[in-house]
């Protein structure tokens, strides 16, 4: 089981600042006085609507996580099934064994186009940890996930 934890960044003062004719952000602030700063604004995921203009691109690579009855039984077209269980061995074949194997071409490192889900996000949320920890720093996830597409493409 995966948990992610999302954590402000928090600044303690602990002793009284003076600001000395400099601008600082930390004059008169009061000591002991707890401030936070906003979390880095990331773009890891990819919403419903994002992922629909992706698609007339066909450079996009989506790879679905999910296990393989799971793909067979319904996926978001164009996608390919890489399992998550496999992932990390996939992504470190070569090229031509990617291909050989999956049937696609394999993602490279500086990619941003791959995109990754799964049936909710909890697991494409693990391929993405999986993913950067590997190099591929540009991969982003659909946190919706494949219950997220089938309901709004069939609104």
Same mark, same amino acid.
């Given at each position: ?53 992706? $698609? ?41 064994? $990617? ?57």
């Amino acid at each position: 089981m995966l948990l992610v934890l999302c954590a402000l960044s928090v600044v303690v003062v602990a002793e009284e600042t003076h600001c000395g004719g400099t601008p600082d952000r930390l004059c008169d602030v009061k000591p002991e006085a707890v401030y936070y700063k906003e979390p880095p604004i990331t773009d890891s995921e990819v919403s419903y609507k994002q992922l629909k203009t992706m $698609f007339p691109s066909s450079s996009i690579q989506l790879f679905d996580v999910r296990n393989p009855d799971e793909f067979e039984a319904g996926h978001i077209p164009g996608s390919t099934n890489v399992p998550l269980g496999e992932l990390q061995e996939a992504l470190r074949l070569s090229s031509d064994q $990617f291909k050989q194997r999956f049937g696609v071409r394999a993602p490279h490192k500086e990619d941003s186009s791959i995109v990754v889900y799964c049936q909710r996000g909890r697991r494409s949320a693990t391929a993405l940890d999986i993913m950067w920890a590997l190099g591929f720093s540009r991969a982003r996830h659909y946190a919706g996930g494949y219950s997220d597409w089938v309901q709004r493409e069939e609104q």
